[in-house]
C-alpha cells in the first residue's frame, strides 16, 4: 500500500476508534440514567477515574492486557471489538464513498446510531425514540446526499418491512417489539425498498439461526424473546455495504 493511503487509512481508524469509544460511554451510560457528557470515565469495579493514556483507544486495551490498572477488574472485550469496529466502518466508508464527502460523512452517522441502537438493545431489550428520530433525520438529509433513491423508494421502504412487522406484532403478541418496528420504518426510509428487503431477510436469517442456537442449547425456551434490533442493525449495515454486489449477483440469474 503507497504511504499516502496508508497514512489515510490509519487517520481514518483512528478517528472512527475515538468516536467509537465515545459511543461505548453512552452505551453504558444512558441505560443508567448518566449523562454520556458527564465527566470523566472510571473504572466500573472500583471508581477509580482513568486517565488519558488508559483511555486510548484499542491501545489502552491492548497494553493495559484487559484489566483495569489498579483493581485488576476485567475490562468487556467489547469495549475494544467496537472501537475497533468504528476504524473500520470509517475506512469502509471512505473507500465506497469517498473519503471526507457528504455521503461517506452520512453513512458512517448512520452506522454510528445503528451501533449504539444494537448494543443498547442487546443489553436492554430496548430502542431508545430518540434513535429513531436522529435516523429518520439522517433519511431525511439521505433525500438531497442520495438523490438516485427516489421518494418513492423511500416510502416503500418506510413501509415494506415495518408494516408486515406491525401485523405480526398484531397478530401474535410479542411477535416483533414497537423499537423494531419503527427502527425498519426509518431505516427503510434512508435505504430505500431494495436495500431494505435485504437488511430484513438477512436479519430473519441471523435472528432465526441465533433462536436455533438458543434452543438447542436450552438457554431459551419457544416461547421466550430475544433482542431483534442487533439483527436488523448488522443486516442494514451489510446491505449498506454490499446490497448493491448481492442485488446484481441475484439479478443475472433473471
Known sequence: MPYPLFLMALLCFLAGACIFSFLNVVVW???RGESPLGGRSRCPACGRELTAWELVPCVSFLVLRGKCRDCGAKIPGRDFWVEALGGVLLIGCAVKFGPGTVRSGLTFVLLSLLTVVGLMDWDTMEIYDRFQVAILLCALAAVVVFPEVSLLDRLIGALCVSLPMLVVALVIPGGFGGGDIKLMFALGAFLGWRHTLLT?????????IYAIYLLKQ???????HFAFGPFLCASAGFAIFWGDSILNWYLAFW
Open 29 to 31: 451510560r444512558l441505560p
Open 200 to 208: 430484513g431477510f438477512f436479519a430473519l436469517f441471523g435472528g432465526g
Open 218 to 224: 436450552g438457554k431459551a425456551g419457544r416461547k421466550d
